[in-house]
């Protein structure tokens, strides 16, 4: 059993679409507002000059095309010319220049936060990612994300999973069946919650379905899940799960996955391993915008 793609993943451009745009242009208006008053009181509007995009400690890196859309939000496509110097997914040591940046000094460092803070959160979601795919390296197991992403910034997070050498779990929530515990409260019992959704969703949908215990599995196995969540299950336990229905039903872990402990899942039968700290408690990555005023540079 495979991982489908779910359908707004496909053929979508993380950078160069109405939502990513819109995000920007966003932070953008929250950010520089009616004008950097700095930059106007101290510059001259016709200086120009180059900037460089550095990595501040190791990383995996993720989201340059983002660069040159903050600024073309900002003051116009071309105005800022960005050249990147880096592949995306490339893993970096500190003092690595990722991208140069030349145009209009007071136009640069007006986006410079809102740059810095778009590539910081994409950069460190790729990095963790890239982490737990390493730690599980040789196993069977595939690492995942969730839907715990930052409100509006989902679909460059987990772009930025795959970039880290993970995969997509369902984008939305129209993407695929998954019963939880709040499902099958309401339903009455699991087992009526998965044959209900195997009679009403459509034929090309796996059902899966969060499992708490051993007999939960057997219930969910019974009435026809494809796929079965283990949540906040120990290794052992789901060694113990594995063992009894490997083969029937494709296993999924969740709840209290770390670097230290992933592997022992991974070791155990898990086939996926969803981590929500990939995107939502990633550490930003230490990023800096390095200026050099350009000998002679006045705009023309």
């Known amino acids: 059993m495979g991982i489908v793609k779910t359908s707004r993943q496909v053929g979508v451009d993380p950078f ?18 009616r004008g950097d008053m700095t930059s106007a009181v101290t510059l001259s509007r016709d200086l120009v000059g180059t900037a460089s995009l550095v990595a501040r400690e190791a990383c995996v890196v993720a989201g340059l095309p983002l660069v040159a859309c903050v600024y073309d ?20 040591e500190a003092g690595r220049t990722l991208a140069r940046v030349d145009g209009p000094l007071d136009v640069v460092l ?49 772009y930025a999973v795959r970039v880290g050498g993970g995969r ?24 009526d919650a998965v044959r209900r959704a195997r009679r009403e969703a459509p034929h090309p949908l796996r059902i899966e379905v969060e499992c708490e215990s051993l007999e939960q599995v057997d219930e969910a196995v019974e009435a026809g899940a494809d796929v079965v969540l283990l949540d906040n299950m120990t290794p052992a336990a789901v060694g113990r799960v594995h063992a009894r229905v490997s083969g029937r039903v494709l296993l999924e872990v969740s709840g209290g996955i770390r670097l230290d402990n992933v592997r022992k899942y991974a070791e155990r039968g ?11 408690s990633a550490p930003a990555v230490d990023l800096s915008l390095d200026v050099r005023k350009r000998a002679g540079g006045r705009r023309k």
């Open 16 to 33: 160069r679409n109405a939502a990513t745009e819109r995000v920007v242009a966003e932070a953008l208006r929250e950010d520089v507002g």
């Open 73 to 92: 939000s900002l003051a116009g496509a071309g105005v800022v010319k960005v050249a990147t110097k880096v592949r995306e997914g490339v893993g970096v």
């Open 110 to 158: 007006a986006g410079e936060r809102v740059m810095l803070n778009f590539l910081q959160q994409i950069c460190g979601t790729a990095t963790v990612t890239r982490r737990f795919v390493e730690a599980v390296a040789g196993t069977n197991a595939v690492i995942v994300d969730t839907r715990k992403t930052i409100p509006g910034l989902r679909l460059l997070q987990k």
């Open 168 to 191: 997509n779990h369902r984008f939305g929530l129209d993407d695929g069946v998954l019963i939880k515990d709040n499902h099958i409260a309401a339903c009455g019992s699991l087992g």
């Open 270 to 280: 898990a086939a996926l391993i969803s981590v929500g700290a990939l995107t939502h």
